[in-house]
Each structure stands twice: as structure tokens, then as C-alpha cells.
């Protein structure tokens, strides 16, 4: 199976669970959101192919956690993407001599509503093929074992371990905290906190 992925791997874990369009509309506005007397189409498009380290080093912390989201893209493609929110009112022009864009009072609405945003990707991204779990169990038990681990280090999961590592740690046949180590998303400071939680589960499950 092929899922459509953009940017950093944090991302992978919403685009397995939510549809593309709607993960790169919702980084798109969620970083013009950043922008309180809005911004140039092409500035934004820079900032969220990472191509525009200026703001970082200005001290624009609110525009980090947007800045090379969409790295894979090229500057076409978001600002063919940026056009076509625009039509649906979720992006607007800000008056004056040099209109600029800004998010909408409506983009704002739809940032907060779990209703996926219907925007239309421009044409084909770049693929990378993602593995399904072949033990849909153990790949469950892992991620509420994962959840349990987040929730008792006050973590954001992804930091313990995003879903594309769960499933490999599932695909690997893994029994010991030694099988796990080379699966990608699991470092040795991750493997001596959480290794064993997630050996146990499996076990657990084989026994």
C-alpha cells in the first residue's frame, strides 16, 4: 500500500489516518495563522518548504513548528494548493496598495472543526510506501501501551514512538530488546526508556 507523505515523519502518522488533502490544508493554515497582518504567497510557500530560515533566526518562534513541513513539495505545487484554499474562502487577499493572503475568518472555523477540508492536491505527490501491521493485535496492544508511556512521561506519543515504527517493530518479529534496535524512530536513549514496555506487550500477547 502506498500513502501519499509529505515533510517530516511526525507527519506520516496523521496522513495514515486522515486524508492528504486535509494534513497539508491544516499545516498551510495553521502557519498563515502565524502571519497577524498576513503574508506573501511565495514567502509562505518558502517558509513551509524550509526555504526561508529568516524568520527562525528573527525569533518568529510561532513559525517553527510549520517551517520545511512540506519540504517535499516544490513551490508550484503549495502555491497551486495555497489558490485552490482560497476558492474555498479558507484563505483571503488583506486590503491596502499590496494585498497580501491571510486566513479567514472561516480557515479559522475550519482548523477547529474535525470535518476533513476539502481542498485538491494539484497534481500527483511524491510517493513513499508505507507498511500495514501484519498482526493488526499486537499492533494495537503497542499503541496503547505507547499511549500508556506518553501519557505517564507527558509526552506528545509521537515521542515515544510514531505509528510507522509500531508497525515495523510488529513486522519485525521482534522478542527482545535486541531486535529492536536498528528499527527506525527507536534510538538507544527510546529503547533503554521504553524497550521493555513494548517487549512485554508483545509477550504478553504470545504467551
Known sequence: MSIMAVGDEELLDYVIEKDMEDAVSRIILGCLKCFE????RKRLSRVLRGKDPGYL????EEVTPFFGRLSQLDEDQVLDFIESLTRLGLVQS?????????ISERGRKALLMR?????????PLPARTIPLPRDQGIYKQLKEVRNRIA???DLPPYCV????????IVNSG???????EGIKGLGTMRLERFGDRFIEAISSLKE
Open 94 to 102: 488583506t486590503p491596502g496598495d499590496l494585498p497580501m493572503i491571510e
Open 57 to 60: 533566526i528573527d525569533g518568529r
Open 151 to 153: 501519557r505517564d512521561h
Open 115 to 123: 470535518d476533513a477540508i476539502p481542498a485538491m492536491i494539484p497534481w
Open 174 to 180: 521482534a522478542r527482545d530488546i535486541s531486535d529492536l
Open 37 to 40: 497582518r498576513g503574508t506573501g
Open 161 to 168: 514512538a510514531n505509528n510507522v515504527t509500531l508497525v515495523e
